[in-house]
């Protein structure tokens, strides 16, 4: 017999001599009601976009843990915690974007090693699809850094790497397509106007901050979903959010470094964490990690403490055939990744304090279909 069918049996007997006992059960007390199982009180997230940085940490922000809820996609979740398409996908390699089951574990990697760049100005790290903002600190403050998930160039319009800076800043900007983005949507059967104007269609989104590299620069988006992809003709775009928020704290003149690094290993404290980003498919370097790490503990030779720090080999293997997105100390030689986020701490699947996004449902003609890879998609700018 199920055991379903058993349960039942038994409930209804039960019930059965319950009614047999009739008057007499009132003058008995009742039994005491057995308590329900309270499921465990999750912490509320917290934003993780912006921190104060020790001077001789690399490091910043924790991985946090959610569970899925009815409905949600791992786009959702991405807005909701202020990372990329690609960083929770990559993250989550066994989840599926966009129907996963109810329930479901979704690791969201917001603990970030900072790219090897001098750390002032805008630095951009095309492998991780993340902008990194240090403003200037004040004498005896220490330094901060603000940071957030953005979309990139696709194949054939690729982001350009190198220096340049923020030389101008518009507002409620007009979008004037070059030459080739006219001649690639007239092949496709897609022709643009000379001009559109600013509103909800602009693909520049609400604000513009143009680069010294002519027809590049970083802006909003009129699709929130496409952060985290390769989907644009070169520049760097920014959740709606976010852009309102770097656009008024970023003055003209602001150095702007463009870096491409798959491969990112720092320190935290005495802890040598290393992360892993898929390598761009136009990318055709060789990323050698054992020289990474190498390089990294030569920085700290003269602090004994971290440069004779011993490295966990099949952790760095394993994360960099399998790149994850996510943040792991490789320093301890027996942890595992799986032990790692086994420990990582769980929080309540919502809006996290102080999140840029306010959590309002986007426009319909924002949202992808979920029946649309992503990956499909292309942007107008």
């Known amino acids: 017999m199920p055991p379903r069918t058993s349960s039942l049996i038994r409930y209804a007997a039960l019930a059965g001599i319950a009614l047999l006992a009739g008057c007499q059960s009132l003058n008995r007390p009742e039994a005491s009601a057995v308590p329900a199982v309270q499921a465990p009180v999750l912490p509320t997230p917290v934003a993780m976009h912006e921190f104060t940085i020790n001077p001789t940490d690399d490091v910043v922000g924790i991985v946090q843990i959610v569970r899925t809820r009815d409905e949600d996609t791992l786009s959702d979740i991405a807005r909701r915690f202020n990372v990329g398409y690609e960083e929770i996908v990559t993250a989550n390699p066994d989840v ?46 220490l330094q901060q850094v603000i940071t957030h998930p953005i979309g990139i160039g696709r194949i054939g319009w690729r982001t350009p790497e190198g220096s340049t800076k923020i030389v101008s800043k518009t507002e409620a900007p007009a979008w004037t397509p070059t030459a080739a983005i006219h ?9 643009l106007p000379k001009v559109v ?16 590299w ?33 656009y008024g704290a970023v003055p ?29 498919e136009d990318d055709k370097r060789k990323h050698d990690p054992g020289r990474l790490i190498n390089l990294v503990r030569k920085k700290s030779a003269g602090d004994g ?18 790149p994850r997105a996510i943040a792991v100390p490789i320093s301890d030689a027996h942890l595992t990744l799986e032990q790692y986020l086994a420990a990582a701490l769980r929080v309540e699947n919502k809006l996290p304090l102080n999140a840029t996004w306010d959590g309002e449902a986007a426009d319909e003609t924002d949202v992808m279909t979920k029946t649309e890879a992503p990956s499909q998609r292309t942007a107008a700018r």
């Not at 104007?197 to 010294?212: E, F, I, Q, S």
């Not at 002519?214 to 920014?238: F, M, N, Q, V």
């Not at 702007?256 to 761009?280: F, H, I, S």
């Open 183 to 191: 001649k690639e949507h007239a092949a496709d059967g897609n022709p």
């Open 197 to 212: 104007p600013p509103g909800p269609d602009n693909p520049l989104g609400t604000h513009v901050l143009r680069l010294g």
């Open 214 to 246: 002519s027809e590049y620069a970083i802006h909003g988006t009129d699709k929130p979903p496409s952060i985290g992809l390769r989907g644009t003709h070169g520049c760097l775009r920014l959740y709606p959010e976010d852009i309102v928020g770097i």
């Open 252 to 280: 003209v003149g602001t150095p702007v470094t463009v870096v491409n690094q798959p491969l990112l290993a720092g320190w935290r404290g005495d802890t040598l964490v290393m992360q892993t980003y898929p390598v761009l």
């Open 305 to 322: 403490t971290r440069a004779n720090v011993a490295v966990n080999d099949a952790l760095v293997a394993e994360i960099s055939q399998n």
């Open 96 to 141: 599926d974007p966009w129907l996963p089951k109810p329930g479901t574990e979704v690791v969201i990697p917001t603990q970030f090693v900072l790219p090897d760049a001098k750390r002032q100005g805008i630095v951009i790290n095309l492998a991780a699809m993340r902008l990194f903002y240090f403003p200037k600190a004040q004498p005896g403050e």
